[in-house]
């Protein structure tokens, strides 16, 4: 049985960091990808960023782009999202998914069939 446990939320300050976990389990193939999205109240999914395990390749959403980062350490099963210059609009619930047949790399939500419980983040002004 996949599954997908989170770690790390909580509440910071604007411009502060959270490090958040993504520890997976149940994989029954060697090739994924790792993607965290998140959702605010009222506002629709939107797609974090995601990771490859096959060649690392990472792909990041325009708001988050050079702000955090996404790392996967293949050792621990757990992907890691770093993210740094938090901002107030960053509040959400962070969820992390596992995309198993990889067909499409790709930040649509459809294409991943395995979520984590969610992990609340939220940054005060």
């Known amino acids: 049985e996949v599954q997908l446990v989170e770690s790390g939320g909580g509440l910071v300050q604007t411009g502060g960091s959270l490090r958040l976990s993504c520890e997976g389990s149940?994989?029954?193939?060697?090739?994924?990808?790792i993607g965290w999205f998140r959702r605010a109240p009222g506002k629709e999914r939107e797609g974090v960023s995601c990771?490859?395990?096959?060649?690392?390749?990472?792909y990041y959403g325009d708001s988050v782009k050079g702000r955090f980062t996404i790392s996967l350490d293949n050792a621990k099963n757990t992907v890691y999202l770093q993210m740094t210059n938090l901002r107030p609009e960053d509040t959400a619930v962070y969820y992390c998914?596992?995309?198993?047949?990889?067909?499409?790399?790709?930040?649509?939500?459809?294409?991943?069939?395995?979520w984590g419980q969610g992990t609340q983040v939220t940054v005060s002004s």
């Open positions: 149940g994989f029954t193939v060697d090739d994924y990808a």
């Open positions: 990771i490859s395990s096959s060649d690392g390749s990472t």
């Open positions: 998914a596992a995309d198993l047949i990889m067909e499409v790399f790709s930040l649509d939500p459809d294409e991943y069939d395995y």
